[in-house]
């Protein structure tokens, strides 16, 4: 008797536990909870200084510019009208910063103060242009015009360079279709996207004036999004040659491909910290019965030593 007592008070013990009683009482769950709430937060910028960035967050459907201190204290909305803002970035000197507004049907390249004050628009309202790109002098951008006017079909599109004193605006590539552009750090090249057929997407390099373009990542896969390190080592790009879209970094020549990180999910554009030790990227994944895009971040030590 006294080898069955612990066996026997285990069983009094179960029989007691208020967790197995509503158990029984309950007959078990009668569903499946599902994620309701969702949020938007796309398109990472950094502040020079490397302690702030800009942000895309959607607000009543509305994409609104937000910024935030990179340890997310101190966050403050910037725009506030009913209106898209997409694609920011923040200006070398960090006084401003540049995105697309798109109302009516309009797509338009307008500038502001790094508080949200002073908007005004930078490229012709009569023209659909997307992706600011700043200059390493801070004088001018580059932008190009929209490829996705008659979706999914992709149209031509060019880049180009914009003097912010002047308005002046010079062709830097022309034919085919040619988006997303980024100087490199000396000012001396700018990467882009190019499609090659229908499905079929690079990144290509070519000098500064838009002369000399070269196929940097040669893939059957879409490649896209460039984005240099400060350093200007390394070119991170967006793809989908594993099947997923996921962030791989590059040699500027090409070489050396290497995946950052493994996601679930769709991540593009890229960009680096000012300090070069990590990147952030928008991830976007269907969730239940909607989907969620949040910017995540990875930390480079294991490539950089």
């Known amino acids: ?93 960090g006084k401003r910063i540049a995105f697309v507004l798109m109302r009516d049907g309009v797509e338009q390249i307008q500038m502001m103060n790094a508080d949200g004050t002073g908007v005004e628009p930078l490229t012709p309202p009569d023209v659909k242009t997307i992706h600011p790109n700043w200059h390493p002098d801070g004088k001018s951008l580059a932008y ?65 004036d838009g002369s000399d373009a070269r196929n940097l990542t040669n893939h059957s896969a879409f490649d896209g999004w460039p984005s240099w390190s400060p350093d200007g080592g390394k070119i991170a790009f967006a793809s989908n040659r594993g099947g997923s ?16 990180a493994n996601n679930e999910g769709r991540a593009t554009a890229p960009q680096w910290t000012r300090d070069g030790k990590s990147i952030f990227f928008p991830l976007c994944k269907k969730v239940d019965f909607s989907f969620d895009c949040q910017i995540y971040a990875v930390k480079l030590d294991a490539f950089t030593k």
Not at 30 to 38: C, D, E, K, L, P
Not at 144 to 160: G, Q, R, V
Not at 247 to 260: A, E, F, T, W
């Open 144 to 208: 190009c015009t929209d490829d996705d006017l008659k979706p999914p079909k992709k149209n031509s599109a060019e880049i180009y360079s914009i003097d912010i004193a002047s308005r002046k605006i010079t062709t830097l590539i022309a034919g085919g279709v040619n988006t997303y552009p980024a100087w490199s750090p000396d000012a001396q090249k700018i990467a882009f996207r190019r499609m090659l057929g229908e499905s079929n997407s690079e990144v290509f390099l070519a000098n500064a």
């Open 1 to 93: 008797m006294k080898r069955m007592f612990p066996i026997l008070s285990g069983v009094v013990a179960l029989l007691l536990s208020p967790s197995w009683a509503w158990g029984q009482r309950t007959g078990g769950p009668i569903g499946v909870a599902y994620q309701f709430s969702h949020s938007v937060n796309d398109s990472p910028s950094f502040s020079p200084d490397g302690q702030e960035m800009v942000f895309i967050s959607v607000v009543s459907g509305k994409e609104q510019l937000f910024r935030m201190r990179l340890d997310g204290t101190q966050v403050k909305q910037l725009t506030h009208d009913a209106a898209d803002h997409e694609d920011p970035a923040w200006s070398p000197d």
């Open 245 to 260: 879209y996921e962030i791989y970094i590059m040699n500027p020549d090409g070489s050396q491909v290497r995946k950052v």
